[in-house]
């Protein structure tokens, strides 16, 4: 069974950092290509950050120089560090990846910016 869970969302101040954590289980972590996507209200899911299996990562241009993704595949976890966080960043972030000819995604975690 395939699962993501997500940790690390809350509520941060403009100019402010938070770090969001993936763990995933079910699958074989050091060969699949992970995902950092989020939706606002209103708005459809976006492609925040992705990380191929050998480390290649790509950002949307919205954060690029602000955030960070990596990956620990000892512990089978994906990460995004947020800096600079904008009232703009607010949003349900959601952990991805493709495993045996499908996607899965996680829970979701609730960012916050806001003063």
């Known amino acids: 069974q395939v699962q993501l869970l997500e940790s690390g969302g809350g509520l941060v101040q403009p100019g402010g950092s938070l770090r969001l954590s993936c763990a995933a289980s079910g699958i074989m972590f050091n060969i699949n290509p992970m995902g950092w996507y989020r939706q606002a209200p209103g708005k459809q899911r976006e492609l925040v950050a992705g990380i191929q299996p050998v480390g290649m990562t790509s950002y949307a241009d919205s954060v690029k120089g602000r955030f960070t993704i990596s990956r620990d595949n000892a512990k089978n976890t994906v990460y995004l560090q947020m800096n600079s966080l904008k009232p703009e960043d607010t949003a349900v972030y959601y952990c991805?990846?493709?495993?045996?000819?499908?996607?899965?995604w996680g829970q979701g975690t609730q960012v916050t910016v806001s003063s």
């Open positions: 991805k990846t493709n495993a045996y000819g499908r996607v899965y």
